[in-house]
């Protein structure tokens, strides 16, 4: 009986180390947004990825929900080469029984910002002067040739491959 419980600590131990962190959400306000978008080439470059991903998205949008599985897929493909990061423009009332929720059931791959920014004309110039603020949408900034590439609709798994291929071909 001893040698059992011995074998069955160590295995839930073990067990135990495989599970990963949940995902956790990051609140930014427009300055943190802002630091990215100026720094994103030496960071970028620091970490060794060359194709930042920025995803414009909500908990209440169905076709930005539609469309996650298809970053999640390609951050895990790209591992190295793209970083993702889901930027919610959920309210921040919502964080704690809505978006949390939705990040660790449903993202495991990216990183999870809630922008606490609901003035939305206030921060919208800074990514692209041509946006209504619709999403999703989706910004690629290239850490190497300090470009970016703004998609303002949803896009599907062949032309969000197809658009990273592109880039990283550059």
């Not at 956790?24 to 427009?30: D, I, M, R």
């Not at 100026?38 to 909500?58: T, V, Y």
Request: proline share 4%.
């Amino acid at each position: 009986m001893r040698g059992f419980i011995v074998f069955f600590l160590i295995f839930a131990s073990a067990s135990l180390s495989f599970v990963s962190e949940p995902q956790s959400v990051q609140v930014w306000q427009k300055a943190d947004l802002e630091k990215l978008l100026k720094q994103q080439d030496s960071l970028s470059e620091k970490e060794g990825k060359r194709l930042e991903i920025i995803n414009f998205w909500a908990t209440w949008c169905q076709p930005c929900v539609a469309e996650l599985p298809h970053f999640e897929a390609l951050q895990a493909a790209y591992r190295g080469q793209v970083r993702v990061r889901y930027l919610s423009l959920d309210f921040e009332k919502d964080l704690q029984t809505k978006l949390i929720p939705f990040a660790q059931k449903r993202l495991k791959e990216g990183q999870v910002i809630l922008l606490n920014d609901t003035d939305y004309d206030n921060w919208m110039g800074l990514i692209d002067a041509q946006w209504s603020g619709a999403i999703p949408a989706t910004l690629f900034l290239d850490a190497r040739t300090q470009t970016y590439h703004f998609v303002p609709k949803a896009l599907e798994k062949e032309e969000l491959r197809h658009i990273t291929d592109s880039l990283l071909q550059k």
